[in-house]
């Protein structure tokens, strides 16, 4: 099955300064990587996927790379507010519904 | 709001009690998800419906038991657990389809607590 492993667990960062979260997964099957943002007391949202036939996406401040080669895929927030604040978990999609998850990064942007 | 909703939104019971939790959806969605998550590990995926058919259960424990009555709605029904138990239970839904490389809309969780 598949594998996904996220670093770092906890970031911080200034206000305004960028944040990069990296993972990595283990199928090479997999085709389907969504990124999620937990605030407390909520469930996941999306905030941003991408899928295995393209290399990058950007959707204003946030982005996100793909290496299909190296199995490793980054989120990467740029211009960082303290509303960014929250964990983030990056997935994996391996078959039809199963989607794994990294372990999760909480990121803390300090004003 | 992400059109997912969950009752209760915490739960204490010891480990002898029968509960069960509700998931509701108001997406028009046909596949819906069970995951655990505790502190410090990744969402482990429980069980999913997709079009009210079980297409997945990850060797979870029998205490644990799903329900899918249509396609919005899903239930977890919880018989004996251990404190290992206790954990964030999350509901999501997604379009679902053969092909379900969609989004996931989660509900607020249920806060478990086994004593």
């Known amino acids: 099955g598949e594998n996904v492993e996220q670093h770092p667990s906890t970031l911080s960062v200034q206000e305004g300064d960028s944040a990069v979260i990296k993972c990595t997964y283990s199928d090479s099957a997999s085709n389907y990587f969504p990124w999620y943002k937990q605030e407390l007391g909520k469930g996941p949202q999306l905030i941003i996927d991408?899928?295995?036939?393209?290399g990058e996406k950007k959707d204003q401040r946030i982005a996100v790379t793909l290496n299909k080669t190296a199995k490793h895929f980054s989120l990467h927030i740029t211009e960082t507010q303290p509303e960014d604040s929250a964990v983030y978990f990056c997935a994996a999609v391996y078959n039809n519904n199963d989607m794994r998850f990294g372990a999760g990064t909480r990121l803390t942007v300090k004003p | 709001e992400t059109g997912v909703t969950q009752t209760p939104r915490h739960l204490v019971m010891g480990m002898t009690n029968k509960k069960s939790l509700k998931c509701e959806q108001h997406l028009g969605h046909n596949a819906m998800y069970w995951y655990k998550q505790s502190a410090k590990k990744p969402l482990e995926l429980m069980f999913v419906?997709?079009?009210?058919?079980?297409?997945e259960n990850n060797s979870v424990p029998s205490r644990f038991s799903p329900e899918c009555p249509n396609s919005s709605h899903l239930f977890l029904h919880l018989h004996t657990l251990q404190p290992e138990d206790s954990a964030l239970y999350l509901c999501?839904?997604?379009?679902?389809?053969?092909?379900?490389?969609?989004?996931?809309?989660f509900g607020p969780g249920t806060r478990l607590t086994v004593l």
């Open positions: 999501a839904s997604s379009q679902g389809g053969r092909y379900n490389y969609n989004e996931q809309f």
């Open positions: 991408i899928r295995s036939n393209v």
């Open positions: 419906y997709n079009f009210k058919e079980q297409t």
